[in-house]
């Protein structure tokens, strides 16, 4: 199938050469003979501009001007080397900073304190910090040597990375979107405002969710999963991430035709919220995981994943070309769903099934002073404010341990949106004005997203069964589908009609909706009330 091409943003990372100190003494000769250097090269079309240069380290000579492994360095002052290279165009942002650090065992800074790694055993060697703006990931490396070249430092002493020793730090990609269709991806309702709500714990473990209007509509909003929590959206994917959607900070004095006027949509790698490290040689994993995250958001959206003729009747262009972005398309052998409809729906049964099964009065101060509660809340602390015996607390909370997470003492409820749930429904069964099938439905309606009775989790499965993503925060309904054939299409929509309908939901909503979908000729946006015959009524 056919998507949108993501392009790299940021990253950042450490590259380290074992092969001694010789790019650090050549770099040093060089800006000793000169203070700086200059030069330029050309790279698949491009023109480079080159400077070597150079900063204080702030690190201390060896002891006795000899490392430990026999090297002599006759400098009484350290410095680092920076190697900058940026493309000649208009923007001047597509580049690379790489800078030359000496290692040797038992380095250390001039007031004393360790600058290697604790574990340095690669004797004399030298680290390159990398800092990369709109290039390739496995591209850096090839701009490093072509940069040394040109200023006459030999590009050989980049070549022999070890990468059990460098790592990435950091790694992003994006797209840029229309302003006019970026709305829900930022919306209450949309992907990542779900994805926060939904995925993290009430209290426990990492969450981070900024949603931030302060100088226009969507202009900053984030949400940051943990490996964890990126499983349950993808079960097959591992690395911490950070999506976005975002403006720059001047977006609003530009015309509706510079690219700076419209947001990005971005994803990238957090490495600070795992305990695991990618080297350069996972750059394609991590290439994979980011597109497929921001794929999936706009998925989730309800945006084409590929661009659209402008004057097709999609009504406007959906991405906005930059000078780095060019909105092609690409060939993908998937476009992953979020499945956050899976995720909730799962909860919601969850305290349905619990509630309906009754709960005890330790079971239900529980849950009041875990709704309650902002902070770290351990069995003890529920027994003292109820004045209940812990191992009662304890054997209550394993009984509901289906809403609530116990790790290391403390607990918390499993998510957010388990917790709107519950909190009505609490106050029900404590007035016991309830039974607990109405607690439960009146829990429900408090929830964001409204209840789902058994046949809208019928329709909620048929959806997902044939990879049908209906999205209603307009006011026409929007329905995206899954690659088709033949007459597959008014099938499909003859057989979601029926789970629409006995689902209690307006046929004439469902009639009114546009579907998106694609055939072997190509992308396709059309009504749905086609799939019945003009003057035909759903019925």
């Known amino acids: 199938m056919k998507a949108v091409e993501t392009v790299p943003h940021e990253y950042a990372a450490n590259y380290v050469y074992p092969d001694g100190l010789g790019p650090w003494f050549g770099a040093a000769r060089l800006c000793d003979a000169t203070g700086s ?54 923007v001047g942002e597509k580049k690379v900073k790489a800078l030359i650090q000496p290692r040797w065992r038992g380095l250390q800074s001039k007031s004393g304190k360790d600058a290697a790694r604790p574990l340095w055993d690669l004797g004399d060697a030298v680290n390159v910090r990398v800092n990369a703006s709109n290039v390739e990931f496995d591209t850096v490396e090839t701009v490093i040597q072509r940069a040394a070249g040109a200023v006459t430092l030999d590009p050989m002493h980049f070549e022999n990375r070890t990468d059990a020793y460098s790592v990435v730090i950091d790694a992003a990609r994006y797209v840029r979107l229309d302003d006019d269709v970026s709305g829900p991806i930022h919306g209450r309702e949309g992907p990542i405002a779900r994805m926060g709500h939904l995925l993290e714990s009430d209290r426990s473990g990492y969450r981070k969710v900024v949603q931030d209007d302060t100088k226009r509509s969507g202009y900053y909003h984030t949400v940051t999963l943990g ?36 947001p990005k949509v971005e994803a990238s790698y957090q490495s600070s919220r795992w305990d695991r490290t990618l080297r350069p040689t996972d750059h394609d994993d991590l290439v994979s995981e980011l597109e497929e995250t921001i794929l999936a958001t706009i998925n989730e959206a309800g945006l084409p994943t590929q661009p659209l003729n402008d004057d097709g009747d999609g009504g406007g262009r959906t991405y906005v070309p930059d000078a780095y972005f060019e909105a092609s398309t690409i060939d993908r052998s998937r476009v992953l769903p979020l499945n956050l409809e899976r995720v909730e729906s799962d909860q919601r049964n969850v305290v349905i099934r619990q509630l309906m099964n009754g709960l005890s009065p330790v079971e239900l101060d529980s849950l009041q002073t875990l709704v309650a509660d902002g902070g770290e809340v351990s069995p003890a602390d529920i027994a003292d404010q109820h004045d209940w015996h812990p191992d009662s607390v304890r054997r209550g909370l394993r009984r509901i341990e289906d809403m609530v997470i116990r790790e290391h003492g403390s607990v918390a409820l499993r998510s957010h949106y388990v917790a709107e749930q519950v909190v009505e429904a609490i106050d029900d069964a404590c007035e016991g004005v309830r039974n607990a099938v109405g607690t439960a439905a009146n829990a429900l309606q408090n929830a964001e997203r409204d209840a789902l009775d058994d046949r809208t989790d019928e329709l909620i499965a048929f959806c997902q069964a044939n990879g049908i993503h209906i999205d209603e925060r307009e006011a026409r309904i929007r329905v995206r589908m899954n690659d088709l054939a033949g007459d597959a299409w008014a099938d499909l929509i003859t057989r979601l009609k029926r789970y629409w309908v006995e689902a209690g939901r307006d046929p004439e909503r469902l009639k009114d909706a546009m579907t998106h979908y694609r055939d072997n000729a190509g992308p396709k946006i059309r009504p749905a009330r086609s799939a019945w015959g003009r003057g035909q009524t759903l019925q």
């Open 37 to 90: 250097r200059r030069g330029s090269f050309r790279l698949d079309g491009e023109t480079w501009r080159v400077t070597l240069s150079y900063q204080e380290s702030g690190l201390a000579p060896p002891d006795g001007g000899t490392t430990p492994d026999g090297t002599r360095v006759e400098f009484d002052t350290l410095r680092e080397f920076r190697l900058n290279a940026v493309v000649d165009d208009d």
């Open 227 to 262: 490996s964890t929590r990126v499983r349950e959206c993808f079960p097959d994917h591992e690395i911490p991430r950070e999506l976005k959607h975002y403006y720059a900070r001047e977006s609003e004095s530009f015309p509706d035709d510079h690219p700076l006027a419209h």
